[in-house]
């Protein structure tokens, strides 16, 4: 279940992202192509594998804050979204989304969606881990309609990793975003970012304007803020 959760908390020097400088998280280095197996510290009985390759863009490559949000989803929520319609947002080869269905007791079909150039990654990394059937890869481009098959799923649980990297895409996140707590008003949105450059907290603060946003709590949110990670809720205001 979800542990005790507060406001963010923007004066706090350890776990305020605000307080972290322009230039405190570089980005990671770039991998070769290849597979990957991942555990998340036991928290999978079989590690999840996946495949990750740049070669259609940044979306390839495992970051930082999707393997924070999978964790902590694997850690608070293993037996609570039976009945969940789970959709990821800007699922990259669907690290958040696969490890969901694998490690958690998930009752309906799960969606991961990015752009039509990482649509084949991520079907192949459905295959790959034998989740045909209770995952579903699907185009969503952020700031244009919603597609006919998310609006009819309805997802009431969304989940939003390293999301935050490209300041032109700000507002057609927020767009989508808005969008999909339109579509279902009593969803929740989990949304994980690091914080890399002083245009990220812009995102955040129009969030603020337009979300209620909580920060969540987490036995390992000392360390991953220290990282410059960061883990919230949003929810229609």
Request: proline share 8%.
């Given at each position: ?20 400088g322009e230039?405190?998280?570089?980005l ?22 996946l ?41 990259g ?20 969606t ?10 192949h990394?459905?295959g790959l ?15 244009e ?13 969304v ?6 990297y ?12 808005s ?22 907290m ?36």
């Amino acid at each position: 279940m979800l542990p005790p959760q507060q406001p963010p908390s923007p004066d706090s020097p350890e776990l305020s992202p605000l307080a972290i400088g322009e230039d405190f998280a570089p980005l990671p280095a770039y991998k070769a192509a290849g597979t990957t197996e991942i555990g998340f510290d036991g928290l999978l009985a079989e590690p999840l594998r996946l495949r990750e390759d740049l070669a259609s863009g940044c979306g390839g490559q495992t970051w930082p804050a999707g393997m924070v949000l999978a964790r902590h989803m694997l850690r608070y929520h293993r037996d609570d979204m039976r009945e969940s319609r789970i959709l990821e947002l800007g699922a990259g080869g669907g690290l958040v989304g696969l490890a969901v269905a694998r490690g958690c007791a998930v009752g309906n079909p799960l969606y991961i969606t990015d752009q039509v150039e990482m649509h084949s990654l991520m079907e192949h990394n459905i295959g790959l881990n034998g989740l045909e059937g209770r995952v579903k890869a699907a185009i969503l481009n952020w700031g244009e309609p919603l597609p006919q098959d998310v609006v009819e799923f309805k997802p009431d649980v969304v989940l939003a990793a390293d999301c935050v990297y490209f300041e032109p895409a700000f507002p057609l996140l927020l767009a989508t975003l808005s969008d999909l707590l339109k579509l279902c008003p009593s969803a929740t949105i989990y949304f994980c970012f690091k914080k890399r450059r002083r245009a990220d907290m812009q995102f955040l603060k129009k969030a603020q304007k337009t979300f209620k946003v909580i920060e969540v709590q987490d036995e390992d949110r000392p360390a991953f803020s220290r990282e410059g990670l960061f883990l919230y809720t949003f929810q229609a205001a």
